[in-house]
């Protein structure tokens, strides 16, 4: 099965500081790899978009890379705030199929 | 624009009564729908894929006579869950790709707000 995985189900941080994300995914390297905010009892919100042939995007304090080597996703928030807490997901779609795939999430809090 | 709702927003019902969940794109037209399951602190399950005018195809493991899906129009996909028992209690979310996605490979799709669903 293609899983996609985001090890850390909770990161603390200061406010101010980078908050850096993890998404490792198995077998095949996904066409295309998305990173979605998440607030408790809310759908899901489209942050970022990141293609297998890009190793980087940006978007004002935010940034992804990929790595088709270690097979990984990595999402930055710099100058992290409070209300950037919150539930970060990563969803991978294959180029064969519309359908995403979402890891479990990593819940980030800032403190002030 | 691009806003995707979803009616009601919590419902609580009996076991055994059947409930109904609307998912309406706003302001645009989206050719396909998805819908997803989301348990108190786990990711989204997606159930199943809804084209408009078409069957809708279900993931493995997702009952298609329980979760009844129904893509009648352009800006509109309802999943009725049917004979509802509390095991059924969960997060509904659903999502729209826009029509105007057209060729784009990847996938753009808008969440709506969820459906809070509990079975007593």
């Known amino acids: 099965s293609q899983k996609i995985e985001q090890n850390s189900e909770a990161l603390n941080i200061q406010e101010g500081k980078t908050a850096t994300l993890t998404c490792n995914y198995t077998?095949?390297?996904?066409?295309?790899l998305q990173w979605y905010r998440q607030d408790p009892g809310r759908g899901p919100v489209f942050l970022l978009l990141i293609r297998e042939n890009e190793k980087e995007k940006r978007k004002e304090r935010l940034k992804v890379t990929f790595d088709t080597t270690l097979k990984q996703s990595l999402f930055h928030i710099t100058a992290s705030q409070p209300a950037d807490s919150a539930t970060y997901l990563c969803a991978r779609q294959m180029d064969s199929s519309y359908k995403l795939i979402f890891g479990s999430g990593t819940r980030l809090l800032v403190r002030p | 624009g691009a806003v995707v709702s979803q009616h009601p927003s919590w419902v609580i019902c009996k076991s055994g009564t059947s409930v109904k969940i609307e998912c309406r794109s706003l302001d645009f037209q989206a050719t396909t729908m998805f819908w997803y399951r989301q348990f108190p602190k786990q990711s989204l399950m997606l159930m199943a894929t809804?084209?408009?005018?078409?069957?809708?195809?279900?993931e493995q493991g997702v009952e298609k006579d329980k979760f009844l899906i129904n893509h009648a129009s352009l800006t509109l996909s309802t999943l009725t869950v049917t004979s509802a028992h509390p095991e059924d209690s969960s997060f509904y979310i659903c999502?729209?790709?826009?029509?105007?996605?057209?060729?784009?490979?990847?996938?753009?799709?808008?969440f709506g707000p969820g459906t809070r669903l509990t079975v007593l």
């Open positions: 999502s729209a790709r826009a029509s105007w996605s057209g060729k784009r490979n990847y996938n753009e799709q808008f």
């Open positions: 809804s084209n408009e005018g078409s069957k809708a195809t279900y």
């Open positions: 077998n095949y390297s996904p066409a295309y």
